[in-house]
């Protein structure tokens, strides 16, 4: 019986000869419903994480021929599959299975806020935690665990922390949209909706003030 990656290739590549050394291994390094590829010369390791396991082949499958796409770099990154669009609509909606068990009275209170006045207070709410105080990672969105993290640098800065937990909700209303083998998580869509917040551009200069006054040398700014 072929392995699912042997399947995932002949799917995808259907004329071409498997070359690679191949292997599959879950991990309980990641976390939820990560996944990646690497490649040695001749070798090509997928890891995905332990919850993987659950999910049926036909979305593993997707998910490894998205990995190859990233990885071969043939010149076919417009090839779609039946089971790349399962897998991409099962990452787009895995948030709802997600258990709720990580919140904070501050995140909370910024949720709310800018859920009712950008969102209509339409938007469910994601597991909410305080990462370290980085400078060089402001938030982030997580689809496998639906989870907003932002840096603990904006516990006292109530409107930036605002401004950041809207970038962050945008994540998660959006998602992403798969083009040419990659997923682009900044489409038009968001960008506008994005320009809309109250005083935005007044927001992104304070946002950097702050994140260059906790730097220290410590990276970029990036959200």
């Given at each position: 019986?072929?392995?699912?990656?042997?399947?995932?290739?002949?799917?995808?590549?259907?004329?071409?000869?498997?070359?690679?050394?191949?292997?599959l291994?879950?991990?309980?390094?990641?976390?939820?419903?990560?996944?990646?590829?690497?490649?040695?010369?001749?070798?090509?390791?997928?890891?995905?994480?332990?919850?993987?396991?659950?999910?049926?082949?036909?979305?593993?499958?997707?998910?490894?021929?998205?990995?190859?796409?990233?990885?071969?770099?043939?010149?076919?990154?417009?090839?779609?599959t039946?089971?790349?669009e399962?897998?991409?609509?099962?990452?787009?909606?895995?948030?709802?299975?997600?258990?709720?068990?990580?919140?904070?009275?501050?995140?909370?209170?910024?949720?709310?806020?800018?859920?009712?006045?950008?969102?209509?207070?339409?938007?469910?709410?994601?597991?909410?935690?305080?990462?370290?105080?980085?400078?060089?990672?402001?938030?982030?969105?997580?689809?496998?665990?639906?989870?907003?993290?932002?840096?603990?640098?904006?516990?006292?800065?109530?409107?930036?922390?605002?401004?950041?937990?809207?970038?962050?909700?945008?994540?998660?209303?959006?998602?992403?949209?798969?083009?040419?083998?990659r997923?682009?998580?900044?489409?038009?869509e968001?960008?506008?909706?994005?320009?809309?917040?109250?005083?935005?551009?007044?927001?992104?200069k304070?946002?950097?003030?702050?994140?260059?006054?906790?730097?220290?040398?410590?990276?970029?700014?990036?959200?």
């Amino acid at each position: 019986m072929p392995s699912l990656i042997e399947e995932a290739f002949h799917e995808l590549y259907p004329d071409k000869e498997l070359k690679y050394s191949i292997s599959l291994k879950y991990s309980r390094k990641f976390s939820p419903y990560n996944a990646n590829v690497k490649r040695y010369g001749n070798n090509l390791i997928f890891s995905l994480s332990r919850d993987w396991k659950k999910i049926s082949k036909e979305i593993q499958i997707g998910l490894i021929q998205e990995l190859m796409i990233k990885i071969l770099k043939e010149n076919d990154k417009n090839k779609k599959t039946i089971n790349m669009e399962l897998y991409n609509a099962f990452l787009k909606n895995v948030h709802i299975a997600i258990p709720k068990t990580k919140t904070d009275e501050i995140l909370d209170a910024s949720f709310n806020k800018v859920n009712e006045a950008y969102f209509n207070g339409m938007l469910d709410k994601p597991n909410l935690q305080w990462g370290n105080d980085s400078t060089s990672k402001l938030g982030s969105y997580e689809y496998g665990s639906d989870t907003i993290t932002i840096s603990a640098i904006f516990r006292n800065e109530t409107s930036l922390l605002d401004y950041v937990m809207h970038h962050e909700m945008l994540h998660k209303k959006f998602k992403f949209e798969s083009k040419n083998g990659r997923h682009v998580h900044h489409s038009p869509e968001f960008r506008k909706m994005e320009a809309k917040f109250e005083n935005r551009d007044m927001m992104e200069k304070e946002t950097a003030r702050l994140a260059k006054k906790h730097r220290h040398g410590f990276g970029l700014l990036n959200f």
